[in-house]
């Protein structure tokens, strides 16, 4: 016996009913304004080809790693789910997905897929064992049509804008196909790029040398002179914010900064690129590479985002077998005090610069972020992040932040996804969930509701817009 999939027109609202009625009138001012995505993991050779999707499990399952991770951890091989495997049948590793559902229950994961089958699918039954191929056929052949291909779903889910994520490595010519159809008329959307060094900044990152000298290539600077490397990021920076970049990202292992001396630097570079280098070196050159990047930024007003705190690729023979991205990524304590000191000291009073924080140790929101970002003009603080980007986590981001730094002194919210069916269902969540939050403020009146539905409406898109000069 199949069970219906509905989606509850009231769901993550509060359930007090004075709470409710406000929420339900504060959600109904936002739920329709324009999706505003200014970081995120989406490929930009979507919307530049604008080819069709291929099938159900390429689209929903292997891109998304809060799906396969689930499914690994209850001993569901990575092989079998057809991830890093092109000879498994997408239909057979669909069957695993939809028998193993169940074990999505109470998850984030659960909602945004709950809404993409809904909502963009029109699929009005649960997903399980018995109903796998009817899920498979039904979104594969949807997936064929021209209503399904990338740009008419951009589109349709009313995206504004959406930032995707490049290394200086790139050479963009997806973002430049995006931009000519621009000019040309034939697609009104807007994609652009952010520039992620890390493969060229982090010492640690696998083919480092090798990088760098793919980095001297594109900027037609020497890399491995010290005074070269600053010029090959300025010159790749530039090249980036004239493809549409805004902002930068950075995913360090910690939020370490340093303010070494030119001849410090110099003698750093040196030994990092020697390949002799010590862990120390390793996190000292981040360390200082931060602080330059904050300069950088001030100088050619790119927003700078850090993302810190997460152990890369804690599984190593997954790594190993797999690559990058496979669901093993795993949150760590996260030190911010002491660690953007030496930044702070030198750029944290700016005003014309922007620099965005992100974390995944949620400890540090009221003891040290909001403290931070309520006193720093440079801090704003990103929205909860990754493992936390989910109902319980966003009203803990909230709680713990807003009586410190205020509304104001957050960007609002970003779905940091590959997943790129599941943007309009993420930012749905957010909505929801702060509707909630300010009505509980109104209740308890310690806000008007006009004023509410004006942040509403900030938090929605505004401030994004804002914080990330879009």
Known sequence: ???????????????????RAIARRLYAEVADLPIVSPHGHTDPAWFAGNAPFGNAAELLLHLDHYVFRMLYSQGVSLDALGIGNPRADPRTSWRLFAQNYRLFRGTPTRMWMDWVFAEAFGIDVQLEGATSDHYYDRITEALATDAFRPRALFDRFGIEVIATTESPLDTLEHHAAIRAANASGEWAGRVITAYRPDPVVDPEFEGFRDNLRRFSELSGKDAFGYAGYLAAHRNRRAFFAAMGATSTDHGHPTAATADLSEAEAEALFARIT????????????????????????????LVMQIHPGSFRNHNASLFDRYGRDKGADIPTATDYVHALRPLLAKYGN???????????DETSYARELAPLAGHYPALKLGPAWWFHDSPEGMRRFRSQTTETAGFYNSVGFNDDTRAFLSIPARHDVARRIDCGFLAGLVAEHRMEEWEAAELAADLSCNLAKAAYRL
Do not use: K, W, Y
């Open 350 to 360: 700016e005003a014309r610069l922007t620099i965005i924080l992100f974390t995944l």
């Open 274 to 301: 020697r390949a002799n280098f010590s862990a120390a070196d390793a996190e000292l050159f981040r360390a200082h590479m931060l602080t330059v990047m904050a300069g950088m930024s001030l100088d050619d007003g």
């Open 1 to 19: 016996m199949t069970r219906p999939l509905t989606l509850d027109p009231d769901r993550l609202l509060p359930s007090d009913p004075a709470q």
